[in-house]
């Protein structure tokens, strides 16, 4: 057999192995293998690991919600993404290793991780819909004395990527009292794309649109960036802290559209227990100093808690307050302050 005979049959040789390892692959199903700590084994499907929780998915007893404290050992030949505390990110195929530690078998080497650090799992592949997650609530409140009434809606889906993010959100508050013209209506609509370029240090990009009657706000459309570092990144809470700029333009009422820089300084905070009844605490902070109009600030604060009641339906209490020092229309009000309740739905987790 000559040099070319040699290598047209090793070429044959890989192509049948690999299409019969596809085979076994897809034949195989669900084999992934978690082991708890009473030594039970559970074969299935692992999907994701996010705060503190892993969801595995079985034939016989549906999806499971298991804590990760609880468990010893993870196994899978699915290529998986793995984060570490510290940012770190690692990925391959789950192997066999000791208890409370997972090893991440990748072509060039194996790392050894400590179960108490890691915090998320996320496989690689799967589609694009069992990539997002999110929650969705709506409320709606009247008092008889006052004749006020008041209706807000709120949504926040997450597309997960390895070491990035895609996020929607968008929050709808309107008030109207009786006997009263018009109404006092608020809203927003944000897009952002987050990146971890490294362990511990993020860079995002935001595009925003909101009005806010109150301030005198008919439309403002805004672009921004910022980076910064990812304080806390644990099974328990998240936190960031992020500087940047941003430009907007902005159109009053009954004033001319004006354009402005501003610097930006984020800051983001959250709290979980994965506990059933799932419990969230959330807090969101953005403050705007003017780089156009020097004096001028504007400050964005949004907090929740959410608590499950029944699976994946929760309650919500959140509370807003917009500062703005000088307003479009020097006549509207400088802030704005809100309390709201909800009931809603979370999806993906």
Same mark, same amino acid.
Request: aromatic share 10%; hydrophobic share 40%; net charge negative.
């Given at each position: 057999?000559?040099?070319?005979?040699?290598?047209?049959?090793?070429?044959?040789?890989?192509?049948?192995?690999?299409?019969?390892?596809?085979?076994?692959?897809?034949?195989?199903?669900?084999?992934?293998?978690?082991?708890?700590?009473?030594?039970?084994?559970?074969?299935?499907?692992?999907?994701?690991?996010?705060?503190?929780?892993?969801?595995?998915?079985?034939?016989?007893?549906?999806?499971?919600?298991?804590?990760?404290?609880?468990?010893?050992?993870?196994?899978?030949?699915?290529?998986?993404?793995?984060?570490?505390?510290?940012?770190?990110?690692?990925?391959?195929?789950?192997?066999?290793?000791?208890?409370?530690?997972?090893?991440?078998?990748?072509?060039?080497?194996?790392?050894?991780?400590?179960?108490?650090?890691?915090?998320?799992?996320?496989?690689?592949?799967?589609?694009?819909?069992?990539?997002?997650?999110?929650?969705?609530?709506?409320?709606?409140?009247?008092?008889?004395?006052?004749?006020?009434?008041?209706?807000?809606?709120?949504?926040?889906?997450?597309?997960?990527?390895?070491?990035?993010?895609?996020?929607?959100?968008?929050?709808?508050?309107?008030?109207?009292?009786?006997?009263?013209?018009?109404?006092?209506?608020?809203?927003?609509?944000?897009?952002?794309? &987050?990146?971890?370029?490294?362990?511990?240090?993020?860079?995002?990009?935001?595009?925003?649109?909101?009005?806010?009657?109150?301030?005198?706000?008919?439309?403002?459309?805004?672009?921004?960036?910022?980076?910064?570092?990812?304080?806390?990144?644990?099974?328990?809470?998240?936190?960031?802290?992020?500087?940047?700029?941003?430009?907007?333009?902005?159109?009053?009422?009954?004033?001319?559209?004006?354009?402005?820089?501003?610097?930006?300084?984020?800051?983001?905070?959250?709290?979980?227990?994965?506990?059933?009844?799932?419990?969230?605490?959330?807090?969101?902070?953005?403050?705007?100093?003017?780089?156009?109009?020097?004096?001028?600030? &504007?400050?964005?604060?949004?907090?929740?808690?959410?608590?499950?009641?029944?699976?994946?339906?929760?309650?919500?209490?959140?509370?807003?307050?917009?500062?703005?020092?000088?307003?479009?229309?020097?006549?509207?009000?400088?802030?704005?302050?809100?309390?709201?309740?909800?009931?809603?739905?979370?999806?993906?987790?």
């Amino acid at each position: 057999m000559n040099a070319r005979s040699a290598c047209l049959a090793k070429a044959v040789a890989a192509i049948a192995l690999a299409c019969s390892m596809t085979a076994a692959a897809a034949a195989q199903g669900r084999t992934d293998v978690v082991t708890l700590a009473n030594g039970d084994r559970i074969t299935g499907e692992v999907v994701r690991l996010d705060r503190g929780r892993l969801e595995f998915k079985t034939d016989d007893i549906g999806t499971l919600y298991l804590e990760w404290d609880n468990l010893v050992s993870l196994v899978t030949t699915r290529l998986v993404e793995v984060t570490t505390s510290d940012g770190l990110t690692f990925l391959g195929s789950l192997g066999q290793s000791t208890s409370r530690s997972i090893a991440v078998v990748s072509a060039d080497a194996t790392a050894q991780l400590a179960m108490q650090d890691v915090t998320e799992i996320a496989t690689i592949g799967r589609s694009f819909w069992r990539k997002v997650d999110g929650s969705f609530d709506v409320g709606f409140s009247y008092t008889r004395s006052s004749g006020i009434a008041q209706l807000n809606l709120n949504s926040d889906a997450m597309y997960r990527q390895p070491r990035a993010q895609t996020r929607l959100t968008v929050s709808f508050t309107q008030t109207q009292q009786s006997g009263e013209e018009g109404r006092d209506d608020r809203g927003a609509l944000e897009a952002s794309y &987050r990146r971890y370029p490294r362990p511990r240090w993020f860079a995002a990009a935001v595009g925003r649109f909101e009005t806010n009657e109150s301030l005198g706000l008919t439309l403002r459309s805004q672009i921004g960036g910022a980076f910064g570092p990812r304080l806390i990144n644990s099974n328990r809470a998240q936190m960031t802290l992020g500087a940047g700029m941003a430009f907007n333009e902005e159109q009053g009422v009954d004033v001319e559209t004006t354009q402005n820089f501003e610097a930006l300084l984020t800051f983001q905070s959250s709290y979980f227990t994965y506990d059933r009844p799932k419990t969230n605490l959330d807090l969101s902070v953005q403050y705007y100093p003017s780089l156009s109009d020097p004096g001028r600030e &504007r400050l964005q604060l949004d907090a929740a808690g959410k608590r499950e009641f029944f699976k994946d339906l929760f309650l919500s209490l959140s509370v807003f307050y917009t500062l703005d020092t000088r307003p479009p229309n020097p006549d509207a009000d400088t802030y704005d302050v809100g309390v709201l309740w909800s009931i809603g739905w979370t999806y993906g987790r």
